[in-house]
């Protein structure tokens, strides 16, 4: 079974939300900054399959509590059991995924889309949950919770333990019917309690007894005993699994939340939607990598896995095709895949999970066009720490590889699903021009430098005479003073030999620009130590820069974004 | 049935059981419901037919899960309207209005409901509700019906039972389907003429036995058939001697008699030669009916007058003779009846309902007319159904011509009129029925078919109109 379709309205933090998922989704991960309601979207999908008649809903439930507004849920599945698809049962309300509920459009199945049913579960102001196939053909059909145990949804949340023992909402009832055999097992124990107790300290009143009924005309035939009554019961919710002596409930939260997961999966193989809320939780990251794979391997027996996650270790074990960015504003949650059409953006943003899974993580991102630069932010982050006394943390803010030509358009991804994103990025290819325009009138900020510069350029332009000596000197460390020297030469610029090291003195504005060039194309600092090296020594100089130099005003500008100041941005 | 024969029919993906008229068909359905496993699904063409079956399957304590029973035409209008996109099904048709927009609407369900099953997901949902198709009276079913059970058959056994003596139903248009030409396997059955085994055993055996002088006829040839007498069940007379009311007497041993003629002209006219004692059988789109009910809709005053003594003439013997100069001078426009002495109250009647309103008055001008001994009602169907007309109209606030049109089309409103002694019929409203004594006219020669439809009506015995009783038939 899988969802294919989810819309959601007035529940909880959900004014209104409506999700696609692929056809062909196996794994979902949910990101998204906290309050942006994934764990809400989880809860939803619980609800409208719920597998008994009562669901317990309160008034903080609805949207800003507010119970005049209803609680609608639909959800849409495909691959759901053949049973309901019997005439009298939901076989004349089938539909096809991706089309919405209006009473009018056209949704009968198509020959090589999957079979769906939407189910729709809606609470009103009584506080009564009804659940019903709908379909915009025909009017809506109530669907019992007897159909709806047919469909094997395990939700691992908070309350874990339950699993791991044979009660009522159990998932090991979905293993064996416990009811009769624990009733049986506890009546005879009792009973046996009963045969055996010893209570023969009571006995001193028999003497007594027997002596009250001679004088009263009571006759007692035998000697009076005190026996244990035995009265009903039921042992359902403290019947426990045991490993030896060991109980089940008192292992790691992580190895019982693993335990559950896994027989949620093995009640219905093959057929079962997983909703996990923070994947994460309790386990040590090569578990939760383990955990991951398991779930997409080919033997695995999940239908569907929807998890929510704060970690970095689970986004970069997922793919681009399995990541969704859940964004909250104003009660409209959506819900947005990172995968674009362009298969080079892809790629980008896929190295990005990989290596930076951590920045998917923040609400807003610096996207830089390269290594130089996120070297450079890094520096940044040091001198705002020194000067203004606050990390880019602090304001949520990380940094995104753009790797080179894709910058724009994953900039542009990234501000769609919802993050609040601004460029760094070169001036040096006229090709740019238009994108970043188009950043521009997106809202994006973009920080770059006059034309044609690069950063290199720009600093070795606007930065003083001694910052350039000390940046040389960074050069010459890792590359060595032949090589440095040489390049000097060639491009004509005077210097002197200074112990090894290289001195220069008085540069023309041609001979600043041609010793950037030389550190660009020769890529001095084309790595991310090395850019954070290069851009303290520049940020440490700040002072000594022009007012309105270019340099001064992007690292001004930049600072001023990241501060979320008014007037943020170029 | 017999084990072996039921092994035979469910050994195979479709089968076809000739079942002639009385020979316990109903029997063998229910044979086949209670030896399959799961749930089958039941399908025939009439409401009465499918009444039959549900009677059968109370008696015989079928369980409700093993069967679902439903007329062809409400089955695929299920599943036209509930995907009428994929079956081509234009919703915005109507069966009430026009006659060819009826047979439109009745027609896209067929082809919908073949094409909609053209798609493997629809099958899907059948075989998932159904572990088999039953079709009963398969003769009356025309290509577009064959062409849907064939695609049906793809996921589901489909078994069909009918007699091709029995295919009479022809359409316009519609050819019935050709039996010589299935494309089901026929599975030969052993039965014996039920229905006779009371009242009349020899009779029954005869209507077997002529099965085979009358098979040609399938094939297109005609056939002649030397009637015999059967101990006195079958009397062969010459029409022009032929004098119901020296009949009476023996009439009234039987519970039914049935006549049975060609055309409807010559049903009527028996109706009127014998006024009082047959009754005319109604077809379902009565047009008497619906004529007038749609006059009374939109006449009033003195022309409404006119048209509820010209409904009534239909009706009965002697109304146009008994109000002559009731219609002179209505046909004037005048409601001055003062001058009339014949029937006096029926003026005074007229003045006293133009007062009231219309569905009142012309309720109280009918109840006049049955309650009248002067007229002979033959056509009391046709009287009863006008009165219900008038009032569902009352009560439903439309006009009295779709109050008609509803009461007779409506399955969940049509009312069955079973109840007269004498009755004069066609083959075509008479088939499944059963009456004591059936008198046959073949002044005008019936089809080998009809023929064979109009003797097996007959329980005890049959009265042939014919001047030989060697009869050629044509198929």
Redesign the interface.
Known sequence: MRITDIEIQNLRGIRECHITFPLDSRIICLIGAGDSTKSTLLKAIEWVFWPTWNLTATDTDFYKSNTENPIIIRGTIAEFP??L????KF????RRPGVKYDRTT?D??K?DLP?CLTIQLSIDGSLEPKWEIICN??EPRNISHVDRKQFSIGAIGSNIAKDLAWGKYSVLQKYADSKGILNEAYTIAVREVAKKADLSALDSVSATLSDIGRKYGVDLGNEIKSRLLIQGGSLASTVGLFDGDAPLSQFGIGSQRLLSMGLNIGAAPGEAILLIDEVENGLEPFRLRNLINEFRSERSAAGQILMTTHSSVAVAECSIDEIMVIHSVDGKTDGLFLKSDNPKVNNAIQAQIRHNAESFLSRRLIVCEGSTEIGFIRAFDGFLASTKNYRMAFKGVSTADGHGETTCQCAGILHDCGYDVCILMDSDKNTEDDKKRQMREKGIPVFDWDKPNTLEEQCFLDMPLSAIQEVIQIAVDEYGYAQISGKLSAEGIPFTEDNGSIAVSDLTEEQRKALGTAAKNKCWYKRIGLGEHFGKIVLSNVDALATDSTLRKVITNLADWVLNNEEAGT | MKKQELEAIFAQQTAAVIAPAGHGKTEMIVDMVEYAGGRQLLLTHTHAGVDALQKRLNHRGISKDKY?ISTIAAFCT??G??????SAVDTALSPYRTKDEARRYYSQFYDGAKQLFQ???AG???Q???SGIIVDEYQDCIQPHHEMFMVLSQYLPVRVLGDPLQGIFSFDDQQLVDWNRLGFPVVKVDTSPWRWSESNPALGQYLNDIRNTLWPALMGHPCTLDIESCNGGICVIDPQIFNVYSLLGEFRQYKTVLYLTKWEAQQTNFCLRHPNIFQLDEKQECEDLFKYADSFSNKSGTDLMLEIIEFESKCSTKVKSELTSFTNRLAKGSFDFGHIKKNMEFGQLIGEIQAIDKHEAVLCALDWFEKNPNFKCYRKELHSEMIRSVKYSRDHGISIYEAAVHIRKDPTLQKRYQGFKCLSSRTLLSKGLEFDCVIIDMSTPLTAKEFYVALTRAMKKIYVLSQSSSLTLNP
């Not at chain 2, 309207?81 to 994929?86: F, I, P, Q, W």
Request: glycine share 2%; hydrophobic share 30%; net charge negative.
């Open positions: 053949e049973k698809l019997a005439e009298d076989g004349m309300y089938l056209e009968e199945p020959d079979l053909r025909q | 679902t299920k599943w309207m509930a995907y009428c996109h994929t798609h493997n997901w899907r949902i059948l998932n509700s159904y």
